[in-house]
Nanobody, 123 residues
Framework: QVQLVESGGRLVQAGGSLSLSCAAS????????VGWYRQAPGKLREIVSI????????YYTESVKGRFTISRNNAKNTVYLQMDSLKPEDTGKYYC????????????????WGEGTQVTVSS
């Protein structure tokens, strides 16, 4: 069974940057789509970004377009989320999940989920 582990979250000032990683163990991520989600206190989890298995077909929620970049290194079994120009509203716990098809991730259906990494953006 695959395990997904997120890392890279921390406290950062508004306007700063962070790079999150989602590392998989137990099986390859190579043929799986991977999504990043976030959940702020008192709010529902929301989709942030998705990449297909190749990294060539990506999706971003409107609020992060132009600021966040999703990428993957299949040789390292890892998916990344580069976050630039961070805003206080980006604060939340960030999770990654995988699924055979990206459309399932668009509706929040992932086969496996990590435990999340906390991102806090101060104003």
């Amino acid at each position: 069974q695959v395990q997904l582990v997120e890392s890279g979250g921390r406290l950062v000032q508004a306007g700063g940057s962070l790079s999150l990683s989602c590392a998989a163990s137990g099986r390859t991520l190579n043929s799986y789509a991977v999504g990043w989600y976030r959940q702020a206190p008192g709010k529902l989890r929301e989709i942030v970004s998705i990449t297909d298995w190749s990294g060539s077909d990506v999706y971003y929620t409107e609020s992060v377009k132009g600021r966040f970049t999703i990428s993957r290194n299949n040789a390292k079994n890892t998916v990344y989320l580069q976050m630039d120009s961070l805003k206080p509203e980006d604060t939340g716990k960030y999770y990654c999940a995988d699924a055979p098809e990206r459309n399932r991730l668009r509706v929040g259906v992932g086969d496996n989920w990590g435990e999340g990494t906390q991102v806090t953006v101060s104003s």
